[in-house]
């Protein structure tokens, strides 16, 4: 098997861009709250329970990435959440 020179700050960099990816959508919502509450004719009590729904996902699927990261190995556990 042939090494690829650079693959470890590769691997760094995509986790990175992923963490990022994920608090930026979740600081998205916030920014997009008065548009989608005008937008969807809901009350802030009605957008909180989205957010909650979200963060709740968000909770529940920790472990579970993390199991299936432990299963299937870091390389291709990351792989497989990229494409998916």
Request: net charge positive; proline share 2%.
């Amino acid at each position: 098997m042939r090494k690829i020179k650079g693959l470890r700050w590769y691997m760094i960099g995509l986790v990175t861009i992923g963490t990022m990816l994920g608090y930026l959508t979740h600081n998205a919502m916030a920014v997009a709250a008065p548009t989608l509450e005008g937008t969807l004719h809901i009350t802030t009590q009605q957008y909180s329970y989205i957010v909650a729904a979200y963060s709740a996902c968000y909770t529940v699927m920790q472990p579970v990435a993390g199991y299936i990261l432990d299963v299937l190995g870091t390389k291709i556990g990351y792989a497989m959440f990229a494409i998916l």
